[in-house]
């Protein structure tokens, strides 16, 4: 590359990376000009509508989707790796109750490596294993997560339960309803991939220094927990609780259009229509709303989307009714982003498997700003 080229290349400095190519990837296609979502070229509204997380899950890690004693097969691993050791128990109540619920995460998952006595392994079979493990064993972290901050004893998985059902179980410590297990099966599927978001470009920055898995998964969480990544569902609901009711609503959206304020669930960075997961969450919030004898947030959320569209002429995205749906289910707010990595993990993992597959180490360049060379002072001159 000559001088020139070094300099025409610097000056395309793209903040954030935005519309950069970084990685060839045959997992997902993420459509923003049309609002289409792809996985492994399955349209996400045909998956919604009729497959598990189990299919997802395996068609992301292995990319096809599973026939029915491929399938079987896998359920079964799922369930098998569901427990948890004992010791990630003990050392869950040791840590301080009040730590924000990611940031548990994020240390219990770092943990659940130093018990893997596989963890360091390079065998292709050992990776995809650890993967499958960490899809099944994500969920009890979390919920164990949930009930030891609550001063509860975490609950047992029940491998009567399908992955959704069994995840929605050990939560709250009884059985689900239909419409709860199809809501939280849902969840996980919306959710489970999405391009090169930033936590799972960080996934894949880290697997490709050639570290073990949980490595790059934990660094992956550590990217969710923060503010501008997994947690817009979270401060969707504290809106609908700040508004309170019906009347509230017209009010509230003037006033923050008027303060130029952000309408959290609304618009995304990627796509400029309609986000294609966000009417499947509409639907399973209306029904578990009339279930629970509780339309009111339901209610609410659709006079917001309604005015607020009309003030900024954006539509909301998947975040918006998943936190009146996951209220519905039991969840509190402040979970939500826990329930978000116990999804997405099938999508880091498979995005890590991917990379390891003819890896490369990611180095990019970084367009310096700083001084021309110049002289050392001696400190008694400065």
Not at 4 to 19: A, I, R, Y
Not at 52 to 59: Q, V
Not at 137 to 150: C, E, G, L, M, Y
Request: net charge negative; proline share 5%; glycine share 8%.
């Amino acid at each position: 590359m000559s001088a020139d080229d070094v300099e025409k290349t610097s000056s395309e400095t793209v903040k954030g990376l935005k519309g950069i190519n970084a990685a060839d990837s045959s997992i997902c296609l993420v459509n923003g000009t049309e609002g289409k979502l792809l996985y492994r070229g399955y349209n996400i509204d045909d998956l919604a509508e009729n497959a598990t997380f189990e299919e997802i899950s395996f068609l992301l890690l292995k990319g096809e989707l599973p026939t029915a004693d491929e399938l079987a097969k896998y359920q079964e691993s799922l369930k098998q790796h569901r427990t948890i050791p004992d010791e990630l128990i003990e050392a869950l109540k040791k840590l301080p109750p009040t730590a924000p619920p990611m940031a548990l995460l994020r240390s219990m998952t770092s943990l659940a490596g130093v018990y893997d006595e596989d963890a360091e392994s390079e065998d292709v079979e050992k990776r995809l294993e650890i993967s499958i493990k960490l899809v099944s064993q994500i969920p009890t972290i979390v919920a164990a997560i949930h009930r030891i901050r609550k001063g509860l004893e975490p609950v047992a998985p029940d491998p009567s339960l399908c992955h959704a059902g069994n995840f929605m179980y050990m939560l709250n410590g009884e059985k689900p309803s239909q419409d709860a297990t199809r809501a939280m099966d849902l969840i996980l599927t919306l959710h489970a991939e999405h391009g090169l978001n930033a936590s799972t470009f960080t996934s894949r920055v880290i697997i490709a220094t050639l570290p073990d898995i949980y490595s790059a998964i934990t660094g992956a969480i550590g990217a969710l927990k923060g503010k501008l990544h997994g947690g817009a569902n979270t401060e969707v609901l504290k809106t609908l609780f700040e508004i309170g009711s019906m009347e509230n609503i017209a009010p509230y959206v003037k006033k923050v259009r008027a303060e130029k304020g952000k309408f959290m669930g609304f618009g995304h960075a990627v796509y400029q229509v309609e986000d294609p997961r966000a009417k499947h969450l509409k639907e399973l919030s209306r029904r578990l709303g009339e279930e629970t004898g509780e339309p009111k947030w339901y209610e609410m959320s659709i006079e917001m989307e309604k005015l607020v569209y009309a003030e900024i002429a954006r539509n909301c995205n998947v975040d918006f009714y998943s936190a009146s749906l996951q209220h519905y289910m039991g969840i509190p707010g402040e979970l939500f982003t826990c329930i978000f990595a116990a999804s997405r993990i099938a999508g880091w993992c498979a995005h890590v498997l991917e990379q390891l597959d003819g890896n490369k180490i990611i180095r990019p360049n970084a367009h310096y700003i700083g001084y021309e060379e110049r002289p050392y002072v001696p400190v008694g001159q400065r």
